[in-house]
Nanobody, 121 residues
Framework: QVQLVESGGGSVQAGGSLRLSCEVS????????VTWYRQAPRGTRELVAA???????HYADYLKDRFTFSRDNAKNTVYLQMNRLKPEDTAVYYC???????????????WGQGTQVTVSS
């Protein structure tokens, strides 16, 4: 059974940094895409960063200078490094992973449980 577990959220002051993790557990064949989203209070869910197995990483334009996506294949874990955080970055952050459980199997999408990031001024 595939599970995604997020961690790394918390409360920081403006200018600080956090690194979010999203660990994929279970028997999987391949991870094809990973997307980080966030949802602020009373806001809509918005894309933060998106990676595909082709190697490209796309960031929201207003975040690309401060946020960085990375992954550790050996640990089946992806990360979102967030630097110079601002109060407007306060949100619940979610990871979404598209993967194949078996060779030739259909792609399936899984969500992490979300992790709260709070940035105070």
């Amino acid at each position: 059974q595939v599970q995604l577990v997020e961690s790394g959220g918390g409360s920081v002051q403006a200018g600080g940094s956090l690194r979010l993790s999203c660990e994929v557990s279970g028997n999987i064949f391949s991870i094809n895409a990973v997307t980080w989203y966030r949802q602020a209070p009373r806001g809509t869910r918005e894309l933060v960063a998106a990676w595909t197995s082709g190697g490209a990483t796309h960031y929201a334009d207003y975040l690309k200078d401060r946020f960085t996506f990375s992954r550790d294949n050996a640990k089946n874990t992806v990360y979102l490094q967030m630097n110079r955080l601002k109060p407007e970055d306060t949100a619940v952050y979610y990871c979404n992973v598209e993967l194949r459980v078996t060779v030739g199997g259909r792609k399936r999408s899984f969500w992490g449980q979300g992790t709260q990031v709070t940035v105070s001024s």
